[in-house]
């Protein structure tokens, strides 16, 4: 059987002096050294640099996080985080590896077996979902404190 890590080529690199708005899907091994403001999915590995900035959820199959990320990690096989990283999400996984220092601020939920990673997974993206489609967390819906101040 063959392993599907194998391959370390890099298919995609935001470099260390590069800003990007939007989300991007990869087929493979995918660095980030610079700044994304949107989700990063990968269907391969993802590194996130020591310098990098992602403000986004980020998904693929084995996960290193140096940087900070502002959203939710989904790493299929295997999530590092090493202790420059700053994680302020929730964290989905079949194993994990948090170094000395690192700093995360969500929940962690680690699925050993097929049917917990898969029950885990679906329920994420169903609450994904209903929270893209309720008026409630809209980006231009007034916060609470604007709803009674205001009578918005």
């Known amino acids: 059987m063959s392993?599907?890590?194998?391959?370390?080529?890099?298919?995609?690199?935001?470099?260390?002096?590069?800003?990007?708005?939007?989300?991007?899907?990869?087929?493979?091994?995918?660095?980030?050294d610079g700044s994304i403001t949107?989700?990063?999915?990968a269907r391969g590995r993802v590194v996130i640099?020591?310098?990098?900035?992602?403000?986004?959820?980020?998904?693929?199959?084995?996960?290193?996080?140096?940087?900070?990320?502002?959203g939710n990690v989904i790493a299929e096989e295997s999530l590092v985080i090493l202790s420059t990283a700053l994680?302020?999400?929730d964290i989905i996984t079949r194993?994990?590896?948090?170094?000395?220092?690192?700093?995360?601020?969500g929940k962690v939920l680690v699925c050993p077996d097929e049917e917990s990673?898969?029950?885990?997974?679906?329920?994420?993206?169903?609450?994904?979902r209903v929270k893209s489609a309720l008026p409630v967390f809209?980006?231009?819906?007034?916060s609470l404190a604007e709803f009674i101040t205001n009578g918005v």
């Open 138 to 142: 809209s980006k231009n819906t007034p």
């Open 38 to 41: 949107g989700n990063v999915n």
């Open 3 to 32: 392993n599907r890590y194998e391959d370390f080529s890099i298919n995609s690199i935001i470099g260390p002096n590069t800003s990007l708005k939007g989300n991007i899907e990869t087929g493979g091994f995918t660095r980030i």
């Open 87 to 89: 994680v302020l999400g």
């Open 117 to 128: 990673w898969s029950h885990a997974v679906s329920e994420y993206r169903d609450d994904q």
């Open 49 to 70: 640099g020591e310098r990098a900035r992602l403000k986004g959820n980020v998904s693929g199959t084995a996960i290193t996080i140096g940087g900070v990320v502002y």
């Open 95 to 105: 194993r994990i590896q948090a170094d000395d220092g690192c700093l995360i601020h």
